[in-house]
């Protein structure tokens, strides 16, 4: 045990009394390393305090899920009110079609009739009746 201690002694005082020795200049170089992580571990430290906090992540988590939401909302009125038009669209187009309808076979009804000039026009609502009332003032003014 003597003399591991003595040989302990004999390095430490060795350690210590050349300063230009190859051990000092490792254990310098170490520690430079150390100081250098040290300062990056500080840096890293102070940006993750200056990153937003997680309640504020939260907080912007729970916007964007609010304005999906929302997007999707219009989304589906919107395909309603394509919807709801087409509907309408259609009827207006068919009515239109049939009023042009209804308005040519008039028109072929018109290309028909006969005038004649000095014969009094009946005035009944029914259309049975106006026609025997014409025939009958028809024959009569023959």
């Known amino acids: 045990m003597d003399r591991l201690q003595s040989i ?7 350690i210590d009394s050349k300063p230009g020795s190859a051990v000092t200049v490792k254990l310098d170089d ?10 990056r571990l500080q840096a890293i430290e102070v940006r993750l305090n200056t990153k ?6 939260k907080a912007e988590g729970r916007d ?3 304005f999906e939401e929302v997007h999707q909302r219009l989304e589906h009125t919107v395909d309603q009110l394509r919807t709801n038009m087409v509907e309408p669209v259609a009827l207006a187009v068919q009515d239109a079609l049939q009023q042009d309808k209804a308005e040519e076979l008039e028109i072929e009804k018109r290309k028909t ?3 004649i000039h000095g014969l ?4 009944d ?4 009746y106006r026609i025997s009332d014409d025939l009958a003032a028809s024959q009569a003014a023959r």
Do not use: C, H, T, Y
């Not at 009094?120 to 005035?123: H, N, P």
């Open 113 to 115: 009739n006969v005038i």
């Open 8 to 14: 302990e002694m004999r390095l430490d005082a060795g």
């Open 30 to 39: 170490m520690s430079k390393r150390f100081e250098s992580l040290v300062n």
């Open 64 to 66: 964007l899920q609010i």
């Open 52 to 57: 937003v906090d997680p309640s504020q992540s």
């Open 125 to 128: 609502d029914s259309s049975d």
């Open 120 to 123: 009094a026009e009946s005035q």
